[in-house]
Nanobody, 123 residues
Framework: QVQLVESGGGLVQAGGSLRLSCAAS????????MGWFRQAPGKEREFVAA???????YYTDSVKGRFTISRDNAKNTVSLHMNSLKPEDTAVYYC?????????????????WGQGTQVTVSS
């Protein structure tokens, strides 16, 4: 079992950047496929990005070209680099780990979750 802890959230102006980090303990992240989700007030938790086997990455359309997911296996962390932030990116961001082989972009496909970190983008 792996424990996940996110950090790096905060308040940023539109057009700015943030880097979220997810630190793992208990197991090495290289054993898992990793994803980032977000949940805005009153909305469902939605898929943002995923890092799968072989270095393959996936992004929801609204963040393509602005967000980048990356892993640092030596530090046992996964990051989400967010550029050109928009007010609609405001949400609690969650790191999640999956044991599935096939790529999943749904909440049900992930087995372990962090507690979330707040990102607020002001206009």
């Amino acid at each position: 079992q792996v424990q996940l802890v996110e950090s790096g959230g905060g308040l940023v102006q539109a057009g700015g950047s943030l880097r979220l980090s997810c630190a793992a303990s208990g197991r090495t992240l290289s054993s898992y496929r990793m994803g980032w989700f977000r949940q805005a007030p009153g909305k469902e938790r939605e898929f943002v990005a995923a890092s799968w086997s072989g270095g393959t990455t996936y992004y929801t359309d609204s963040v393509k070209g602005r967000f980048t997911i990356s892993r640092d296996n030596a530090k046992n962390t996964v990051s989400l680099h967010m550029n050109s932030l928009k007010p609609e990116d405001t949400a609690v961001y969650y790191c999640a780990a999956s044991t599935r082989v096939a790529v999943v972009t749904t909440r049900a496909g992930y087995d372990y979750w962090g507690q979330g970190t707040q990102v607020t983008v002001s206009s």
